[in-house]
């Protein structure tokens, strides 16, 4: 039998993690009891806590929230490595957990602000290429390194870019101090970008240096948060099995959704000739860049009709941070976007979180059905290698499946109206491009731009 639990995340929203598939119980004691960032809560009132199982966690057996806290509780913490640090996403994910950064790295002035506020007493290198080694006693490099040569909003220029091509250095610190782990984060673009080469690159090295390797797209809607976000995460390990840590849990990916009048439509207003970018009752991937070269905010079509753009702080609570997490940053230069663009370089935190929790309690992977991988071109969403050959695995971008609140429901702050002159200059795009969308929206922004000119 198949139990649906009520959740309630830390940051108070009220939501609920739903089974998958397999045949698995669910019972909860009185009050929450709190690991990491979840917090369950009693679903039917009569069962004992200790029953509880993890619903939509691809374990073999149900398993206790208790026996998972005892679990991880039997194995250390991490000590960490950011090479790219950035505003700290997967820090502060990892940190939730009891992992503890060791040194950091960042070469952007408002990032490093940040990290100098929210991470005290951790040492914050201003330039990777100056650290000459890792600290003694690290066990996890965590870098999610810099993307704009391997996105779409980017240069896409590849792995040998300025930007992207910093990934050697990861390689260089490695060949020093063979960490034990590395998790590597990056957009799923590289997958494709000149036939994969990026990933290949990666790989090679790893396995040149001895690591075990598993990857695989992740979104961070699977967390309960409105932010459609596509991202590879790649974990390594010289002696672990990473397969048990970053593929033993899979919720399977719920139904698309439907744009309808009475829902939430977030789109990029930046766009409009290739691409809307478009989300349903949430927003597409929050960038650090867009088409018109600025960092912005996407739009968002709420059910009343009126188009909006979220405030900042709403924008750090998509990504799993808390309101303001970057306002040291705003101390340090008034560039428009700049905080935006913070926000949107950065690592989701929740997905390092439940990284973080599979580390200190790792799942067990099932491989059957696996095969080996015979690749062409791009490389498939998800892939393994224990030192016997490449294997493509079979897991959803859903590791979790955590219900969230549609966006204009999450939306927390102050919701400006997308100007007049940016809907007109859309509208301008989307009508001499050969884009489809909904029959709807080009009336609603119509009508929108009718109200904004009045203002």
């Known amino acids: 039998m198949v139990y649906v639990v009520a959740v309630t995340y830390d940051r108070g929203s009220p939501l609920s993690l739903r089974p998958q598939l397999s045949q ?24 004992d806590r200790d029953q509880l199982a993890l619903p939509g966690w691809n374990s073999p057996a149900p398993q206790s929230w208790q026996a998972l806290k005892a679990e991880a509780a039997e194995h250390p913490p991490l000590r960490v490595a950011g090479p790219f640090a950035g505003i700290g996403g997967i820090e502060l994910g990892l940190r939730r957990l009891g992992h503890h950064a060791d040194v950091m790295c960042e070469i952007d002035d408002g990032a490093c602000a940040v990290l100098e506020k929210r991470f005290p007493g951790v040492p914050v290198e201003r330039d990777v290429r100056d650290l000459r080694a890792l600290p003694r006693g690290v066990q996890l490099l965590a870098a999610g390194f810099p993307c704009q040569d391997l996105s779409q909003a980017g240069k896409t220029i590849g792995i040998e870019g300025n930007r992207s091509g910093l990934i050697g250095e990861v390689f260089r610190l490695l060949r020093r101090s063979r960490v034990p782990w590395v998790l590597i984060e990056n957009v799923p673009f590289m997958l494709q970008l000149g036939r994969g080469r990026a990933l290949e690159v990666i790989l090679n090295e790893l396995e040149a240096l001895g690591y075990n390797w598993a990857y695989r797209v992740v979104d961070s809607q699977a967390f309960g948060l409105p932010q459609r976000r596509h991202r590879v995460y790649l974990l390594a390990s010289r002696g672990g099995d990473p397969r048990n840590v970053l593929l033993a849990d899979d919720s399977g990916e719920p139904g698309l959704k439907t744009p309808a009048r009475r829902r939430s439509f977030g789109f990029y207003w930046t766009e409009g000739v290739r691409g809307l970018g478009a989300a349903v009752d949430g927003v597409p991937t929050l960038k650090g860049g867009s088409a018109v070269g600025i960092p912005s905010p996407p739009a968002i079509v709420l059910p009343s009709g009126r188009v909006i753009t979220p405030d900042i702080r709403d924008a750090e609570r998509l990504q799993g941070f808390e309101a303001d997490w970057t306002l040291p940053a705003q101390e340090l230069t008034r560039r428009r976007g700049a905080r935006w663009k913070l926000v949107g ?6 997905v390092a979180e439940w990284i973080g929790l599979r580390l200190r309690s790792p799942g067990q992977y099932d491989p059957s059905g696996d095969r080996p991988l015979v690749r062409k071109s791009a490389w498939p969403a998800s892939a393994w290698n224990l030192g016997s050959g490449r294997f493509q695995a079979h897991s959803s971008r859903w590791p979790v499946v955590v219900e969230a609140k549609p966006i204009h429901s999450f939306l927390q702050f102050d919701r400006v109206n997308l100007s007049h002159k940016a809907t007109a200059g859309f509208l301008k795009r989307l009508r001499s491009g050969s884009l489809r969308y909904p029959s709807w929206f080009e009336d609603v922004l119509e009508r929108h731009l009718e109200r904004t000119a009045k203002l």
């Open 24 to 47: 698995r119980s669910a019972s909860l004691g009185a009050g929450p009891e709190r690991f990491g960032g979840w917090a369950i809560r009693r679903a039917n009132g009569t069962s």
């Open 345 to 350: 370089n950065a690592v989701t935190v929740d």
